[in-house]
């Protein structure tokens, strides 16, 4: 995607009133070069925000602005997904590590595109490394393939190492899913339930369905009654 990591001015560095340092909470870049990037990324945001609905240590995000030395608003990045626990759910317009008890994404997800791919197989790596995210995963959506689709790297000793995808599919012991390139798009499966992790089209129809039959039901009551 077209969200990259931003060298702001330093007349940029005050608030609206002259005071402090100003941390913005766009980088002016659209949030997703096409619709099929838009859809992915809110199909990773959406779904993980459900599945992990019930747990109030753990934030999901995604293209918010990224802040991780504070006083210095120049170092900052966007990540398309990104999974942090340990702190509270709650809508933020941006992430600032020092106001967060210095957690640091704990999984980030990077939907790749022709005009980032180099940039989020080199410089993100590098500074994802860095900053200790445990698990990056990256993926390109557009098909047919002239690069890897799928890569996934996971924190060792430091050092963000290539994990292997066999058959499309890595499994994620932080997220306790597994991410899976159908050929189509990236899924999320959970195995101890054996399914994907639904899109909206899908929610929509299980409400269909869930509404059918709590009609059908209410007339069963009502020829009884």
């Not at 940029?12 to 870049?29: A, M, Q």
Request: net charge negative; hydrophobic share 35%; glycine share 6%.
């Amino acid at each position: 995607m077209n969200i990259q990591t931003k060298e702001l001015k330093s007349e940029n560095l005050l608030d609206f009133y002259g005071n402090g340092i100003f941390y913005p909470e766009s980088d002016g870049e659209p949030m997703a070069e096409t619709d099929i990037h838009a859809d992915l990324l809110i199909y990773l945001k959406t779904s993980l925000e459900l599945f992990f609905a019930e747990r109030e240590d753990v934030y999901v995000t995604g293209n918010i602005m990224f802040y991780y030395v504070e006083g210095v608003p120049a170092e900052v990045v966007a990540p398309d997904v990104m999974v942090c626990f340990g702190i509270p759910k709650g809508k933020r317009t941006s992430y600032k590590t020092w106001e967060e008890n210095d957690v640091i994404p704990s999984v980030i997800i990077e939907i790749d595109s022709s005009g980032t791919w180099k940039k989020d197989r080199v410089e993100k790596k590098e500074l994802y490394e860095m900053l200790g995210v445990k698990e990056y995963y990256i993926f390109n959506p557009m098909y047919p393939k002239t690069l890897p689709a799928f890569l996934a790297f996971k924190l060792n000793r430091g050092v963000l190492e290539s994990v292997n995808i066999e058959e499309r599919k890595v499994t994620s012991k932080i997220l306790g899913l597994d991410l899976i390139d159908t050929g189509e798009t990236l899924r999320l499966f959970n195995p101890e339930k054996n399914e994907f992790l639904k899109n909206a089209e899908e929610l929509s129809e299980e409400n269909q369905q869930l509404k059918s039959e709590i009609e059908k039901l209410k007339k069963l009551l009502e020829t009884k009654s």
